[in-house]
Structures are given as C-alpha cells and as structure tokens.
C-alpha cells in the first residue's frame, strides 16, 4: 500500500513537473489548488512509513517472534506445556506467561491434569503467592481450566468449522480477513461473515459450541415483545436483506456489530478489512465497551 501511495504521488509530482510538456493556465491553476492536498498526502505517507519501520523493527525481535509463534501453535490445537514450564523459569514478565497459559487452557478446552497443579505452583513460587489470586480469578472466569482425559476441546471443532486457521493467506491481494494476523481470523469476525449467510443447516450447528444462546431476531417498528419476534424468526439472512434494501447508488447499509465488554485490536483490523471489500454487503459499525489486549485483560485481574 505504501510503495503504491508513493508511486502515485511520484506521477503526480513527475506529470507536472516534466519540462517537455507545455502547460496552460487551467493545468496549472488545477495543480496550485491541490497543493494543499498534495502536502497533507505527503505528510500522511511519511508519518506511515516512520510507523512501519518502528513495526518492523519490533516484529523481527526473536522474542516477539517465538512468542507469535508459539500463540500461532496453540490455535493450531499444539500443546506448548514445556515451552510455558521454560519461559516461567526463565522469569518472562508474568502476564505474558498468564496470556500463553489462558490461551493453552480455551483452545486445548483445559490445561491437561498432571500440568495443571505443575504450572500453577511453578506461577506462584516464581512470581509471588499473590498471583494465586490472579489464577484463582482466571479459574473462576473459566480462562483457566483443568482438563479431565475425557474432555474435549470446542475450540478445535470451532477452528475447523469456521476456517478460523488460514494457511494460504495473500499477502499481495488479500481476499480474507485473517490477512490482518497473517492467518488467523478472529472468531467474532467470522461470526459476523456467518450471519450474512443466515444460521441454518452446517451453520447453526457448529454455534452450539460456543457458551449461551443464539436469539436471531428481526427487530420491527414499532418493536415486538421478545417472545413473539423469536417464534417469527428471521425470514432471511442479512446478506440477502442487504441485497433487497440497498440504498441510491447501491450505497451499502449499515451493520451495527456490538461487543458486550471489550474489543481488540485485531477484531477492528480485521472488520475494517471486511468493510473495505466490495463484496461485503455492509458498511460497519463497531461498539464495545473499551479497547483491550491480552495484557490489559489480564492487569484487570489484578485489581
């Protein structure tokens, strides 16, 4: 994106510029009344490619790349228990290690049981006896779970049934939203994409494993009493009424997706994408309660 800004701006300065080429008045009253624009596209290009240096220098650290991967592993269904056992010993800054545990425990649906006390014990004899809270606190929120040898992982159905994992992202035409990670898509985002299709059929039965309950309503004005609208029912799926009430122009409608608590960076990046492709029916809005990250989340424990 910013070798094709650059380019563009390169032409425009080149077109104009170019003594071979006679200009009249009106080339040249056009080109003094985008200066302006010119300068301001120019500052925004120079601010982004200062912003991509400072992240590319952070993300070619070996310590952020062993720990993408090893988050990357997890999602993939890999149980990293020595890897989580090493970096405590080693005295990772806690929360990193907490982030690693949470996500090993809900996507492996536990912390296997002869690691679970093993991890526990080695947090707190190495952080401190007051992160028994935090892991308390993370247990009870159901973060941090121990898992019995007959249990199963709802994350590993949801991961195959939603193509959460994606392997042949393009990075020169990206095509789908897990571009944002370089693979993996997040499972709100994928929510979202589902609901354009309608819940029914393959669908309707992987939501069984996520906790709660789905209520697919259509909402109508005046408003119906909730009862009523979940016999009713939804008589076609989002992307099919974005197709029938399109706007002038086919100006797209307006999707409100809400979080209930907090939103991730990730999650914005990867709506953001689906909104700027042509072939989503909508035009998103995001609300949540705040912004988070996995150490934030985490620092709230604390408290």
């Known amino acids: 994106y910013l070798q094709t800004k650059a380019k563009t701006l390169q032409e425009s ?3 104009f510029t170019d003594r071979e080429k006679t200009k009249d008045l009106a080339e040249i009253h056009q080109f ?3 200066i302006p624009a010119f300068n301001q596209s120019l500052r925004a290009l120079s601010n982004h490619i200062h912003l991509a240096e400072e992240i590319k220098t952070h993300t070619e650290e070996s310590s952020f790349r062993l720990q993408w991967q090893t988050e990357r592993s997890m999602l993939e269904g890999e149980s990293c228990y020595d890897l989580l056992e090493e970096w405590i010993s080693c005295q990772y800054p806690v929360y990193q290690v907490l982030r690693l545990l949470c996500l090993q425990s809900m996507t492996g649906g536990g912390i296997k049981s002869s690691k679970f006390d093993v991890l526990r014990v080695a947090v707190v004899q190495t952080y401190g006896f007051e992160y028994l809270l935090v892991l308390n606190r993370l247990e009870k929120v159901g973060m941090l779970k121990r898992r019995d040898w007959m249990d199963t992982s709802p994350f590993s159905t949801l991961r195959k049934q939603m193509f959460l994992i994606n392997a042949d992202v393009n990075p020169t035409e990206p095509d789908d939203a897990s571009y944002v990670s370089s693979g993996y898509a997040p499972l709100s985002v994928r929510l979202v994409q589902g609901a354009m299709k309608g819940w029914k059929g393959p669908n309707l039965e992987v939501l069984k494993e996520l906790p709660g ?3 697919d ?11 009523t609208a979940v016999k009713k029912g939804v008589p076609q799926s989002l992307g099919a009424w974005a197709e029938a009430f399109k706007g002038p122009n086919n100006r797209k409608p307006v999707l409100l997706v809400v979080w209930v608590g907090p ?8 709506l953001r994408f689906l909104n700027q492709r042509a072939s989503f029916p909508y035009h998103i809005m995001m609300c949540a309660t705040k912004i988070a990250n996995g150490a ?8």
């Open 263 to 270: 939103i991730t960076f990730m999650e914005i990046a990867a």
């Open 13 to 15: 300065h080149s077109n």
């Open 296 to 303: 934030t989340l985490l620092q709230n424990m604390t408290k």
């Open 217 to 227: 309503v259509r909402q109508t004005s005046p408003p119906e009493d909730f009862a």
């Open 32 to 34: 003094v009344k985008n």
């Open 213 to 215: 309950r789905l209520v």
